[in-house]
T-cell receptor, first 112, second 110 residues
């Protein structure tokens, strides 16, 4: 069966510090991968998606970036965090672009 | 107009009751529809896909009305464990994007 891992579970970072969140998927090959952010009490906002190694599509302009160095690894980064980057970051995978997405446990980021 | 709209609630419902939520979507080209549930401070989990003919999974029934552009979720014999936020999700068939509603909060009371 497929599983998706994210770490860390919680993170408190000062404004201006760098960020690196990692997501890995097991039990499937060539998944579509996604990064979402959920602000408190809000819906999910798609940040990036990837259909293959090195292929990243960005959905919103921001100071975040994503990379996919391996088939089942997806990384979210920032060089300098802003207060507005606080939120619940979720990684997800899907078999194709039409169907269900499955989420990792998420990282709760607080920028202070 | 938002692409996917849901009543945020909360819906306060006694245990054992039947509750229904609707969700409207704006893009008539939408192709795939889902309901997810999200517990407090947890990730969303797929509850069920919504098929054109409607579908049922135990106490949960999902319906799609393409003419009026809404989907519905019916929960029968509600349990305390059904308390969660229910997210309506629509795929418009392009660029691998799911469009997420902000969710409807359900509270089941004993």
């Amino acid at each position: 069966s497929q599983t998706i891992h994210q770490w860390p579970a919680t993170l408190v970072q000062p404004v201006g510090s760098p960020l690196s969140l990692e997501c890995t998927v097991e039990g499937t090959s060539n998944p579509n991968l996604y990064w979402y952010r959920q602000a408190a009490g809000r819906g999910l906002q798609l940040l990036f998606y990837s259909v293959g190694i090195g292929q990243i599509s960005s959905e919103v302009p921001q100071n975040l970036s994503a990379s996919r160095p391996q088939d089942r690894q997806f990384i979210l980064s920032s060089k300098k965090l802003l207060l507005s980057d606080s939120g619940f970051y979720l990684c997800a995978w899907s078999v194709d672009g039409q169907g269900e997405q499955y989420f990792g446990p998420g990282t709760r980021l607080t920028v202070t | 107009r938002k692409e996917v709209e849901q009543d945020p609630g909360p819906f306060n419902v006694p245990e054992g009751a039947t509750v229904a939520f609707n969700c409207t979507y704006s893009n008539s080209a939408s192709q795939s529809f889902f309901w997810y549930r999200q517990d407090c401070r947890k990730e969303p989990k797929l509850l069920m896909s919504v098929y054109s003919s409607g579908n049922e999974d135990g106490r949960f029934t999902a319906q799609l009305n393409r003419a009026s552009q809404y989907i519905s979720l019916l929960i029968r014999d509600s349990k305390l464990s059904d308390s969660a936020t229910y997210l309506c999700v629509v795929n418009i068939g392009s660029n691998y994007q799911l469009i997420w509603g902000a969710g409807t909060k359900l509270i089941i009371k004993p």
